[in-house]
């Protein structure tokens, strides 16, 4: 019955990427994304989201620093 796991795109079934959202009203929202469909929706502020997110952030911080060295 649940095959549809949260953390997957809804169409494809491919794993998505979740990202932090930073708002000029200094709002922060974590928005799931499709490598094939692009964004999807915005996901509640809650685990596992929140991990995937920090995850998904450091992984980007770390390619910035060897791109720049
Ligand atoms: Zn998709």
Redesign the pocket.
Same mark, same amino acid.
């Given at each position: 019955m649940n095959d549809s796991s949260p953390e997957k /795109? *809804?169409? /494809?079934?491919?794993e /998505?990427i979740f990202k932090w959202k930073d708002f000029s009203n200094g709002m922060r929202h974590i928005a799931q994304s /499709? *490598?094939?469909?692009g964004q999807?929706k915005y996901v509640p502020k809650i685990e596992p989201y929140i991990s995937l997110a920090n995850a998904n952030q450091k992984k980007n911080n770390t390619v910035q620093k060897k791109l720049f060295e």
């Open positions: /795109c *809804p169409r /494809c079934k491919r /998505c /499709c *490598p094939i469909h999807i």
